[in-house]
């Protein structure tokens, strides 16, 4: 008698031998998303046939998994952090990001590979895994060496660009458009809208549910429906989900009730995750044209590997020179600057994500290679990492050769900020923010019909109505600071 497999023994299955096999990967001292995605492959299409990459089940969990993933992320990095990380080294972490992208593109085009595969691929390299240095550097108790720190600081603001170089990606390859700075404005326009009106709304609703004596688990609730809310709205503008999952986490970042909500939502991220890599796992060698494995022949997988290992070693080359060169500009030491492009080594499980996506963007016969190419990728620089750490006094021997910048003139700088200008800089903030509000207004009321999302009353007086809402505050802060300005020059 043949029994259907309910899709809660489905679930059920995934999680215990993805765990079995990610608890092993962990023993072996290797990060636990290796064992996620080998879970994958071995349920998937490529042994066991368990799992499909088209299954409802695994494209459901795995976009519920990309959405809560940046929905965290944007919890996670709140906008002052991100001020602070970026003020020391965001000169240098522009510098290795460049140095790392510029190379890697040039190297594959070379290679012959077409533009975009180019650059996203190269575009990858720059993504370390910003969870296995962290548990490292704590492991290690390094979280007070000056060199720990700013590579920490480095992976936040990499992460942070990695995550707009996603959304750009699904954009993409959601909206069908072409035209990178239609997509771009779009983008910017939507981003700040978002994060605005999201923020004003917060704070209402969690000054009434405080007054209410409601606990945090019903703002945890609200700011899920909120995320989930404006990333349909992103959607309908034919952007990526990502970008309003991401800037709804950014904007509840800044809200009082932040930490408990990154508290609360932090489970469901390690749930839906396992069901995202996993889903990853399924996709390896598999061909959507034919919906069905094809491996690769040892030639092809060959050239796979030798790429990889390649490219592996470039991210070992680019973040040594870019700290060893430039490093004294932001007062790292020859010591500091070898610990701190070794803690920037390993690539982590964010390639993944972005592979996901650019698979449905790059061409089709680079698309096949992008999966197998970034699983390689991680597992590479994660065997590289530790024994180069072990031997960094080694590495820094290596590249005690490289000349290095001289360290900048210490001069006292004198900041003024009158007081005028602080008030125009209110005024063009406050009403760049009712443009974009005005802008978006308009968009989402020619696409509104098409969101599924029922309104009381007309399209128009309802368009209207959420406007006002949402600009009234930055109008009226525009046009206290001019009146401010006024009151200044006149007296």
Not at 26 to 37: A, H, P, R, S, T
């Amino acid at each position: 008698m043949v029994f259907e497999v309910i899709p809660l023994t489905t679930i059920g299955v995934i999680i215990i031998i993805a765990l079995g096999i990610s608890i092993f990967i962990k023993k072996l001292g290797q990060n636990e998303v290796i064992g996620f995605i080998l879970a994958g492959f071995l349920l998937g299409p490529f042994w066991l046939g368990f799992l499909h990459p088209t299954d409802a089940l695994v494209s459901g969990f795995a976009e519920l998994g990309l959405f809560i993933l940046l929905f965290y992320l944007g919890i996670e990095l709140s906008w002052k952090e991100f001020l602070s990380a970026g003020s020391t080294v965001f000169g240098l972490a522009i510098i290795d990001m460049l140095l790392i992208t510029g190379v890697g593109t040039a190297i594959l085009l070379l290679l012959g590979y077409s533009l975009f595969f180019s650059i996203v691929v190269a575009a990858m390299l720059s993504n370390t895994s910003t969870a296995l240095v962290a548990k490292f550097i704590i492991d290690k108790n390094l979280l007070k060496n000056n060199a720990a720190k700013v590579a920490l600081s480095i992976n936040v603001l990499q992460d942070f660009l990695g995550i707009l170089l996603l959304v750009f990606l699904t954009s993409m390859a959601g909206s069908g458009k072409t035209n990178p700075l239609s997509i771009a404005l779009i983008a910017l326009v939507f981003a700040t809208s978002a994060f605005y009106a999201v923020h004003r709304l917060t704070r209402i609703v969690e000054a009434w549910m405080k007054k209410n004596n409601f606990g945090h688990a019903q703002i945890t609730l609200y700011a899920l429906g909120i995320g989930l809310i404006v990333s349909t709205l992103g959607s309908a503008l034919g952007l990526s989900t990502a970008i309003g999952a991401y800037f709804a986490g950014f904007a509840l970042s800044e809200t009082s009730s932040g930490k408990k909500i990154k508290r609360d939502v932090i489970f469901l991220v390690d749930f839906f995750l396992v069901f995202f890599f996993v889903g990853f796992g399924t996709t390896i060698f598999f061909d959507t044209a034919i919906n069905s494995v094809v491996l690769p022949s040892l030639g092809e997988f060959s050239v796979i590997a030798a790429l990889a290992i390649g490219l592996s070693l470039l991210v070992v080359l680019a973040h040594s020179l870019s700290t060893r060169i430039f490093g004294t500009l932001f007062g790292l030491n020859a010591e500091d600057a070898s610990l701190s492009a070794i803690l920037l080594f390993p690539l982590g499980e964010f390639l993944i994500v972005i592979s996901t996506v650019a698979k449905d963007i790059v061409p089709a016969a680079e698309a096949k290679m992008v999966g197998a190419l970034a699983f390689l990728l991680i597992i590479i620089t994660l065997l590289i990492f530790q024994p180069v750490y072990e031997f960094r006094r080694l590495h820094q021997r290596l590249f005690s050769v490289i000349p290095r910048l001289p360290a900048p003139k210490q001069t006292t700088i004198k900041q003024h900020t009158p007081y005028t200008i602080k008030q125009a800089k209110k005024i063009a903030l406050n009403l760049f923010i009712v443009l974009c509000l005005a802008a978006i207004t308009v968009q989402l009321y020619k696409a509104l019909p098409n969101v599924g999302i029922p309104v009381i009353y007309s399209r128009q007086f309802t368009a209207a109505i959420i406007f006002a809402f949402f600009a009234a505050t930055p109008f009226f802060t525009a046009l206290r600071a001019f009146k401010r300005i006024v009151k200044q020059t006149t007296h």
